[in-house]
């Protein structure tokens, strides 16, 4: 069974940095996509990076040139570095995988981590 535990959330003040870490257990990970999508209260569920295979990136508007995806296979991890972060990056995010190519539609992941919460202090 594929299990997803993140971790790195926490309270940051605007302009700060965090870096979130999702470790992968139960499958072989260096193949398929892995993603970061983030809830706020009181919205839908929305994708923030994905890596894909090999490494290729891609990154919501909103988070281009602040954030970077990243993974280790040696470590079973992919990480999401977040910098200059803003009040309205406060979510709860969430680490998910899939074993087919994909990108931006949470409906193509079928396997999700409990969530960390980041809180960006104005």
């Known amino acids: 069974q594929v299990q997803l535990v993140e971790s790195g959330g926490g309270l940051v003040q605007a302009g700060g940095s965090l870096r979130l870490s999702c470790v992968v257990s139960g499958r072989t990970f260096s193949r398929g996509t892995m993603g970061w999508f983030r809830q706020a209260p009181g919205k839908e569920r929305e994708f923030v990076a994905a890596?894909?295979?090999?490494?290729?990136?891609v990154y919501a508007d909103s988070v281009k040139g602040r954030f970077t995806i990243s993974r280790d296979n040696a470590k079973n991890s992919v990480y999401l570095q977040m910098n200059s972060l803003k009040p309205e990056d406060t979510a709860v995010y969430y680490c998910?995988?899939?074993?087919?190519?994909?990108?931006?539609?949470?409906?193509?992941?079928?396997?999700w981590g409990q969530g960390t919460q980041v809180t960006v202090s104005s």
């Open positions: 998910a995988a899939t074993p087919l190519p994909a990108t931006s539609q949470k409906g193509s992941y079928n396997t």
């Open positions: 890596i894909i295979g090999l490494g290729t990136t």
